[in-house]
T-cell receptor, first 115, second 113 residues
Framework: SQQGEEDPQALSIQEGENATMNCSYK?????LQWYRQNSGRGLVHLIL?????REKHSGRLRVTLDTSKKSSSLLITASRAADTASYFC???????????????FGQGTILTVHP | EAQVTQNPRYLITVTGKKLTVTCSQN?????MSWYRQDPGLGLRQIYY???????DKGDVPEGYKVSRKEKRNFPLILESPSPNQTSLYFC????????????FGPGTRLTVT
């Protein structure tokens, strides 16, 4: 399996519910980022969490990072129909404290929020 | 307005006919990269550039070339396109490298027949 894999592949919920997506990765990282993509359009950055951080919040988004388990989760609280999109995690492998230059995206989670 | 532009947005071409997809940014970012997106495979990095005249292979560089002669431009060249390069292509830029927020272009949908 590749660096940066999301789980589940698809998630369907009702408006007002919370949505949780998970990302697992293989190598040490400098940071982990989450992006959102609306149907075939360019990705939009949501949040970045550094390897020395455990949790980060931005509005209705909460991201956690567990470097011992090499995993992260994205929680969207009180979801809205407008949150319907694909969500991707991206990891930046750590090469002894510096960056290789590569950025690896997962396969994404398709979130559908029903009104 | 901060922008990443790609041209063309849509292209249908035939096998073997050389083509170039342009990417331009007005944010003075050092880092630029190209991705392809295919159903079920997510985004895969093709090439990246840490600065002018500095380029390196991503995870799927075969069949592609890039150049970085100016900071603002990072064209993707397909010397001899094949049907397996039919995909949605994205250019992305960032101020310092992959450890920073990436700004994505709108995408180029390429079909090779």
């Amino acid at each position: 399996s590749q660096q940066g894999e999301e789980d589940p592949q698809a998630l369907s919920i009702q408006e007002g519910e919370n949505a949780t997506m998970n990302c697992s990765y293989k190598t040490s990282i400098n940071n982990l980022q989450w992006y959102r993509q609306n149907s075939g359009r360019g990705l939009v950055h949501l949040i970045l969490i550094r390897s020395n951080e455990r949790e980060k919040h931005s509005g209705r988004l909460r991201v956690t990072l567990d470097t011992s388990k090499k995993s992260s989760s994205l929680l969207i609280t009180a979801s809205r129909a407008a949150d319907t999109a694909s969500y991707f995690c991206a990891t930046d492998p750590n090469a002894g404290g510096t960056s290789y230059g590569k950025l690896t995206f997962g396969q994404g989670t398709i979130l559908t929020v029903h009104p | 307005e901060a922008q990443v532009t790609q041209n063309p947005r849509y292209l249908i071409t035939v096998t073997g006919k050389k083509l170039t997809v342009t990417c331009s940014q007005n944010m003075n970012h050092e880092y630029m990269s190209w991705y392809r997106q295919d159903p079920g495979l997510g985004l895969r990095q093709i090439y990246y550039s840490m600065n002018v005249e500095v380029t390196d292979k991503g995870d799927v560089p075969e069949g592609y070339k890039v150049s970085r002669k100016e900071k603002r431009n990072f064209p993707l060249i397909l010397e001899s396109p094949s049907p397996n390069q039919t995909s949605l292509y994205f250019c992305a830029t960032a101020p310092g490298g992959p450890s920073y927020e990436q700004y994505f272009g709108p995408g180029t949908r390429l079909t090779v027949t």
